[in-house]
């Protein structure tokens, strides 16, 4: 009986460490990019931007109006979404670094060097 309950518990604290590390990892990671992406949002206002893409600047109807407010709003959905991407990318390889390190630790283990 007690055997059963050791063996039992053993397995459920397992399984309860990868859930934590995995699991909630993923949302640490994702989480705090997308808070990061959010804060830019704020900041470079992307989804505004793309709505006006095609409004003249300072309500300057000329032409001068409507290609300064096209290359300006242009060059800001363009960095924002350069932005957007490479914090993407860092979460995601920060994840693959986080997930590969108890695999990482079995197999310095095992070879043991």
Do not use: C
């Not at 007690?2 to 909630?24: C, E, K, P, S």
């Not at 932005?83 to 197999?107: N, R």
């Amino acid at each position: 009986m007690v055997f059963a309950y050791l063996f039992r518990n053993l397995f459920l604290t397992i399984f309860l460490f990868f859930r934590h590390w995995y699991v909630d990892g993923f949302n640490a990671v994702f989480g705090r990019a997308l808070g990061i992406v959010r804060a830019m949002e704020r900041r470079l206002a992307l989804r505004i931007n793309l709505h006006f893409l095609f409004k003249p600047l300072y309500q300057e109807y000329n032409i001068y109006g409507y290609v300064m407010g096209f290359l300006f709003r242009g060059l800001r959905i363009a960095a924002g979404l350069l932005g957007y991407l490479l914090i993407m990318f860092v979460a995601a390889a920060a994840y693959i670094i986080w997930a590969s390190v108890p695999v990482f630790l079995v197999y310095r283990i095992i070879i043991g060097k």
